[in-house]
């Protein structure tokens, strides 16, 4: 066959290769608390002695973490917050039964937590909002409670017996909730608690007074509901909790009806595509089910389950092509003390754990967790994806600082004579994929 139509081909082939955005599997991890219960190992950015344990944590765009802290000696509870390995605690309260709950939300330097209502700070600590039980709508223990940018809250509030899902916010200082949904007009039995993204559409999971035993519903700002997912002929059992991203994009995990495997889904609202399932030999089955996914606005997807390998709570990122596990137990990781290895094995029946609480992903693909260290600690990490060098290898073959079609003839004459300089892959073998890698690097422009 001719240079030239090869060529054409090569071009047709290459036009199809490139998958930019796809979950990496190179990664960096940065800590940036770490809680101490024992005398002789100082805690990181947190007083002595304070515990993490089965503790949320929220990620904000900008690599900022909050996440709340048992303490010991004048306050039993605190919330830290930290960025790129600096922070402390910017709220504490001493009080003989909890305060708050593990729920929080914090972007654009705002911070929501939820106590019977809830209260919004800044990164300082200082009130800025406050949504005190009660209101125009008559709520009280607020739970589930997410936040946009601007302060306005949604949550789940009880209502006597019945609950609501509410969006909550003052306009011209004056408080202005707006209900989504009620457990008393005849359309649903119970509503778990609702996740808000930026654009006000919010997520969650319904159980209807008629039809499907669950329904996943999508409210839209102005007021429609766009349905996720629901039991029936695709699955029968849903995890509770859903996550949003901005871009609309939610996160579930459901049990399929077909062979019971558990999986771990995100829909746009119309295609759902499947992240992780059961079936993966690293993944035991029944485990999804036992928290809630996080998703971010390019479709990845973190979910934290029990691994096979070490039978212990690992975390994976996903995003329907590329699934890469982030942690597992014994995986070394470095801390302000040096690497520590991850995990710590309780013994009986909790046995061996990592991953600790509920984990979350922002827009930057970063990745925040709370993880025993094996000296008996928990840490708080945050994850930020390594892209891929857009050049491993020089398409330059003729070697003149510029790219054209002579390089292109020279990559093909030195791939048809197997040349090493040709074999993109590095794999000793010629085929088409190192014609797709080629391609890749002559396109970015690769000198």
Same mark, same amino acid.
């Given at each position: 066959m001719p240079r030239t139509s090869v060529l054409f081909s090569l071009c047709l082939a290459g036009a199809v290769t490139p998958l930019f955005g796809a979950v990496p599997t190179g990664w960096t991890f940065q800590i940036q608390a770490r809680s101490s219960l024992d005398p002789g190992i100082a805690p990181l950015n947190l007083p002595f002695p304070s515990s993490l344990s089965s503790q949320y944590v929220s990620l904000d765009n900008d690599g900022s973490v909050?996440?709340?802290?048992?303490?010991?000696?004048?306050?039993?509870?605190?919330?830290?917050?930290?960025?790129?390995?600096?922070?402390?605690?910017?709220?504490?309260?001493?009080?003989?039964?909890?305060?708050?709950?593990?729920?929080?939300?914090?972007?654009d330097g705002l911070i929501a937590l939820e106590d019977a209502g809830s209260i919004v700070i800044d990164t300082s600590g200082n009130l800025m909002i406050d949504y005190p039980p009660g209101g125009p709508e008559g709520v009280s223990n607020f739970s589930g409670m997410t936040m946009d940018s601007s302060g306005a809250i949604c949550y789940r509030g009880d209502f006597g017996s019945e609950d609501k899902n509410i969006i909550d916010e003052y306009i011209d200082g004056v408080r202005s909730p707006t209900q989504l949904a009620?457990?008393?007009?005849?359309?649903?039995?119970?509503?778990?608690?609702?996740?808000?993204?930026?654009?006000?559409?919010?997520?969650?999971?319904?159980?209807?007074?008629?039809?499907?035993?669950?329904?996943?519903?999508?409210?839209?700002?102005?007021?429609?509901?766009?349905?996720?997912?629901?039991?029936?002929?695709?699955w029968n059992s849903f995890v509770n909790s859903t996550a949003i991203a901005d871009s609309g994009d939610?996160?579930?995990?459901?049990?399929?009806?077909?062979?019971?495997?558990?999986?771990?889904?995100? =829909? %746009? !609202?119309? $295609?759902?595509?499947?992240?992780? /399932?059961?079936?993966?030999?690293?993944?035991?089955?029944?485990?999804?089910?036992?928290?809630?996914?996080?998703?971010? =606005? %390019? !479709?990845? $997807?973190?979910?934290?389950?029990? /691994?096979?390998?070490?039978?212990?709570?690992?975390?994976?990122?996903?995003?329907?092509?590329?699934?890469?596990?982030?942690?597992?137990?014994?995986?070394?990781?470095?801390?302000?003390?040096?690497?520590?290895?991850l995990g710590f094995d309780f013994g009986g029946f909790t046995g061996k754990q990592v991953t600790n609480g509920v984990v979350d992903i922002n827009d930057n693909g970063q990745v925040a967790f709370?993880?025993?260290?094996?000296?008996?600690?928990?840490?708080?990490?945050?994850?930020?994806?390594?892209?891929?060098?857009?050049?491993p290898s020089p398409p330059d073959f003729v070697d003149d600082d510029q790219l054209d079609i002579f390089d292109v003839f020279a990559f093909l004459d030195a791939y048809a004579a197997m040349d090493p300089a040709a074999d993109f892959t590095g794999e000793g073998t010629f085929d088409i994929f190192d014609v797709f890698g080629f391609l890749d690097v002559f396109n970015a422009g690769c000198v």
């Open positions: 909050v996440t709340r802290v048992i303490l010991g000696g004048s306050a039993t509870e605190g919330f830290f917050y930290g960025i790129n390995g600096t922070g402390g605690i910017i709220l504490s309260v001493n009080s003989p039964e909890p305060a708050f709950s593990a729920y929080h939300d914090h972007r009620n457990t008393y007009d005849g359309n649903y039995s119970f509503l778990f608690a609702p996740r808000m993204n930026e654009s006000r559409q919010v997520v969650g999971n319904t159980i209807p007074q008629t039809g499907p035993t669950r329904r996943i519903l999508r409210w839209e700002p102005g007021g429609s509901a766009t349905t996720i997912a629901e039991t029936g002929a695709n939610v996160a579930f995990s459901a049990r399929r009806t077909a062979d019971s495997v558990w999986e771990v889904n995100r =829909s %746009d !609202g119309s $295609v759902v595509t499947m992240i992780a /399932d059961g079936n993966d030999p690293d993944i035991s089955n029944s485990s999804i089910a036992n928290f809630p996914p996080s998703v971010n =606005s %390019d !479709g990845w $997807v973190a979910f934290r389950a029990t /691994d096979v390998a070490f039978n212990s709570t690992a975390l994976w990122v996903g995003d329907g092509e590329n699934l890469v596990k982030l942690i597992e137990y014994d995986q070394m990781i470095d801390t302000d003390l040096g690497p520590l290895a709370e993880a025993f260290l094996r000296n008996g600690t928990i840490g708080v990490f945050v994850a930020t994806p390594v892209a891929a060098d857009p050049c």
